[in-house]
C-alpha cells in the first residue's frame, strides 16, 4: 500500500511539468500570507471595538506582524540555503497556522499582538523562500517568466485579501479573518509536503559546510526594526523628536556593526561582496527606489477618495483594484519578455510607467474625476507589474543557486523597507504642507474637518508628495539603465537534480 501511495508523489517530482506542480505548492501558501496581510486591516476597527482600544494601539496587530516578518526575512533566507528551502517553508507554515488559530481564540488585545508577532516570523519563513523554490525549479530561459507568475500571485492576494476579509468582517466577525486561513495553510502544508523536492546533492553539501551567522542575524534584525520604528513613529512625534533622533543613531550604529562583522565573519548571514556585482547592486537599488515612490500611492490614496473626495469606502476600493489587476496580469507578460530581450529595458519601461503614475496623481485637485484615479492606478499597476519580473530576474540570475534563499530575503526586506520609508516620507510631506497653511498637521484631521482649507491643504500636500515620488522614480529609471543586461552564467543543478531527501 506504501508504494502504490508513493508512486503517484514520484511522478509528480519527476514529471517534466514538475515547475508548474511546485509553483502550484508555493502559490497556495504565499498567496494565504499576502491575503491575510492585506486582509487583516479591514478588521482593526472591529477589532478596537471589541477590545475598547483606539486607533493607533489596535494598528499593532497589523504593524507588529509587518516588522517581526521584515526582521527574520533574512535569517530565514539564509537557513533555508543551509537547511533546505522545503523545510523551513513548510516550518514557517505550520507556525503559521497554529498562530491564526490561536489569534482567533484571543481574549486580550496584548496577547493578540504577540501571536501577530510570531506569525510575522513564520511569515518570514513562507515569503523568503517562495520566491526561491519557484526561481530554482524553472530553468534559467524562464526565470523571468517564473517570477512574472510569483508577481501573480502577490497581486491576486492583494486584491482578493480585502475583498474576503471584509465579506468575513461583515457576516462572521473578526475572530473569522484568523479561523478562515486555517485549513487553506493546512492545504498548503500538505501540497508542500508531497510535491516539493528535497534538497539536492550540491544543496546538501554546501549547507553542511557552513554555520549559520547568529550574531549577523541578531544585529541585522535589531537595525531594521529600530530603523522601521524610527520611520514609522517620526511623522507622529516629530523627526527631531529624542526617541526618533536615538532611534536612528542606534540603527545607523547597528548597520556599521552588521558590516564589520559580515566582513569579517567566515559564514556571513549576507555575502556583502555580491554588491561588488553591477547588476545586483543597481537593480537592488532601483528596486528600492521604486519601492519608496510607489507606496505612496497604497497608503494616501484611501485617505484622498475617502476624506478628500467623499466617497465611501467599498466605492473607493473599487477604484484601487484596476491596478492591482494591471500588476497581476502583467506580471508574467513582462517576464516573458524578459526572458527573450533581456531584462534591463523590459524594467526601465515598468517604472517609466510608475513615474507616469506618480505625475499623474500629482494633477489631483478636490474636484478631480474617477477616471483620473483610475488612469493613474493603471498607470501604477502597470509599471509595478512591468518592473518587478525582470528586475528580481535580474537580480536572482546574478548569483549561484546556492545563495537564492537569503538574497530572496534580502530582496523582500527591500520591498518591505522602502515601503515603511515611502509611507513615512509621503505622510511627512502632506503634514508639513498643512502645517505651513495653518492647519494641524494630521492626516485624522481631514475626516474631522468641518470646512474646505483642510482639504485643500490636504491634497496640495498629497500633490507635493507625489510630485516628489515621480522625481525618485526617475532615479530608478536612470540606476536600471546604467546595468550591464548580459547574461549571468548560473547553475541549474536546483532546478534539474533529483532530490536526495525529503528536506
Request: aromatic fraction near 10%; glycine fraction near 10%.
Amino acid at each position: 500500500m506504501a508504494a502504490v501511495g508513493i508512486r503517484p508523489i514520484r511522478a509528480i517530482t519527476n514529471s517534466p511539468n514538475y515547475k508548474w506542480w511546485a509553483y502550484g505548492a508555493v502559490a497556495v501558501g504565499l498567496g494565504l500570507t499576502v491575503m491575510d496581510q492585506s486582509g487583516i486591516n479591514i478588521a482593526l476597527p472591529e477589532i478596537a471595538d471589541h477590545f475598547d482600544a483606539d486607533i493607533p494601539t489596535v494598528q499593532w496587530v497589523s504593524l507588529a506582524y509587518s516588522l517581526a516578518t521584515s526582521a527574520m526575512l533574512m535569517p530565514m533566507g539564509r537557513l533555508s540555503d543551509m537547511i533546505g528551502r522545503k523545510r523551513v517553508y513548510i516550518i514557517g507554515m505550520s507556525i503559521f497556522v497554529v498562530m491564526a488559530f490561536a489569534g482567533g481564540f484571543s481574549q486580550n488585545l496584548g496577547i493578540l499582538i504577540i501571536l501577530k508577532v510570531l506569525q510575522g516570523m513564520a511569515s518570514a519563513g513562507i515569503q523568503a523562500n517562495g520566491m526561491a523554490l519557484i526561481t530554482e525549479v524553472f530553468p534559467q530561459s524562464e526565470r523571468g517568466k517564473a517570477l512574472g507568475f510569483y508577481m501573480t500571485i502577490i497581486g491576486t492576494g492583494a486584491i482578493s485579501g480585502p475583498i474576503v476579509g471584509g465579506i468575513l468582517v461583515s457576516e462572521l466577525g473578526w475572530r473569522s479573518v484568523f479561523f478562515a486561513g486555517v485549513p487553506v495553510a493546512l492545504l498548503a502544508i500538505l501540497t508542500a509536503s508531497l510535491v516539493l523536492r528535497g534538497m539536492s546533492v550540491e544543496q546538501r553539501a554546501s549547507g553542511r559546510a557552513t554555520s549559520f551567522d547568529w550574531v549577523g542575524a541578531a544585529v541585522s534584525s535589531a537595525a531594521l526594526i529600530t530603523f522601521l520604528l524610527a520611520m514609522t513613529n517620526g511623522w507622529r512625534l516629530g523627526w527631531m523628536a529624542w526617541p526618533i533622533v536615538v532611534g536612528f543613531g542606534v540603527s545607523v550604529v547597528l548597520i556599521a556593526a552588521f558590516v564589520f562583522w559580515e566582513m569579517r565573519t567566515k559564514d556571513p548571514m549576507l555575502d556583502l561582496s555580491l554588491f561588488r556585482n553591477n547588476v545586483f547592486s543597481l537593480a537592488i537599488g532601483a528596486r528600492f527606489t521604486s519601492f519608496l515612490a510607489g507606496s505612496a500611492i497604497f497608503f494616501l490614496m484611501p485617505f484622498y477618495l475617502i476624506q478628500g473626495l467623499g466617497y465611501e469606502a467599498r466605492h473607493a476600493a473599487l477604484l484601487l483594484v484596476p491596478g492591482s489587476i494591471c500588476m497581476a496580469l502583467l506580471g508574467p507578460l513582462s517576464g516573458r519578455l524578459s526572458d527573450r530581450f533581456g531584462t534591463r529595458f523590459p524594467a526601465a519601461a515598468g517604472v517609466t510607467f510608475s513615474a507616469c503614475a506618480m505625475f499623474t496623481m500629482a494633477a489631483l485637485h478636490t474636484e478631480s474625476p474617477a477616471w483620473h484615479v483610475i488612469v493613474g492606478m493603471i498607470l501604477s499597476g502597470v509599471g509595478m507589474g512591468t518592473f518587478s519580473s525582470p528586475n528580481t530576474s535580474a537580480i536572482m540570475g546574478s548569483l549561484p543557486p546556492s545563495k537564492y534563499g537569503v538574497v530572496s530575503g534580502f530582496v523582500n526586506l527591500t520591498r518591505t523597507s522602502a515601503n515603511v520609508s515611502g509611507i513615512a516620507l509621503a505622510t511627512t510631506l502632506v503634514t508639513i504642507t498643512m502645517a505651513s497653511q495653518g492647519f494641524e498637521p494630521n492626516l485624522s484631521a481631514v475626516a474631522d474637518a468641518a470646512d474646505d482649507g483642510v482639504r485643500l491643504a490636504f491634497v496640495s500636500g498629497l500633490s507635493r508628495a507625489f510630485q516628489v515620488s515621480g522625481v525618485i522614480m526617475l532615479l530608478a529609471i536612470v540606476l536600471t539603465l546604467l546595468r550591464n543586461d548580459k547574461k549571468e552564467p548560473a547553475s541549474e543543478v536546483a532546478a534539474q537534480a533529483p532530490a536526495t531527501g525529503d528536506d
